[in-house]
């Protein structure tokens, strides 16, 4: 079974540009999350999409964006970028309940896209 | 609001040493945790995770972590530690098995020692 997939692995852009990831899950994973992950604050929680709704967002500015499509894959877009924005973006997967209902909270990571903004 | 403290940003050990890395959590909630690891230019990767079942849980590599409500405690443990345990360690915590928002601690990096 194929693994979370990430596209690009590793990117470079200016201040001011926008940049587009993408995600694609686990086959039948239908939740998609996204994180954040730098040196300094560490891993955090930028937003959740199932059967291509936001379920969850994180505590960032609006620059910061994502979502789902019928085929549970995912993009997010940050747009104006900073050099703050520069960092490991990690997309997690998971498998629904048997309910049905959002994910089980074991997620299986990709190995990330790695942003630098000059 | 829930959170996770993991004591130490580095843990040096020896190989076949125990392996101790500490986690902390805070919750109003039962809360579902999570250890974590992380390799060099790799995503993360699930070691056990604690969903109330029982509080000692066993995971993958040898690892395994106690669930102390009491001392709102999560630590991981190994017995013996092998070189191909270095990277980074993640502990985190979400209210709810239903959402894919887990709020990880900072990390502990295990370097392990010939």
């Known amino acids: 079974k194929a693994g979370v997939t990430q596209t690009p692995r590793y990117l470079i852009k200016t201040r001011g540009q926008q940049v587009t990831l993408s995600c694609s899950p686990i086959?039948?994973?239908?939740?998609v999350s996204w994180y954040q992950q730098t040196p300094g604050q560490g891993l955090q929680f930028l937003f959740e999409?199932?059967?291509?709704?936001?379920?969850n967002k994180g505590n960032f500015p609006g620059r910061f964006s994502g979502r789902q499509f019928s085929n549970s894959r995912s993009e997010m877009n940050v747009s104006t970028l900073e050099l703050g924005d520069s960092a490991l973006y990690l997309c997690?997967?998971?498998?629904?309940?048997?309910?049905?209902?959002?994910?089980?909270?074991?997620?299986?990571f990709g190995e990330g896209s790695r942003l630098t903004v000059l | 609001a829930q959170s996770v403290t993991q004591l130490g940003s580095h843990v040096s050990v020896s190989e076949g040493a125990l392996v101790l890395l500490r986690c902390n959590y805070s919750?109003?909630?039962?809360?579902?945790l999570f250890w974590y690891v992380q390799y060099p230019n790799q995503g993360l990767q699930l070691l056990l995770k604690?969903?109330?079942?029982?509080?000692l849980v066993k995971g993958i590599n040898g690892f395994e972590a106690e669930f102390k409500k009491s001392e709102t405690s999560f630590h991981l443990t190994k017995p013996s530690a092998h070189m191909s345990d270095a990277a980074e360690y993640f502990c985190a915590v979400t209210p709810s098995s239903n959402t894919g928002k887990l709020i990880f601690g900072q990390g502990t990096t295990l370097q392990v020692k010939p």
């Open positions: 604690y969903t109330s079942a029982a509080t």
């Open positions: 999409y199932f059967s291509e709704t936001q379920r």
């Open positions: 919750s109003s909630v039962p809360p579902y």
């Open positions: 997690a997967s998971s498998y629904p309940r048997t309910s049905g209902r959002g994910s089980t909270g074991e997620l299986f």
């Open positions: 086959s039948g994973h239908r939740s």
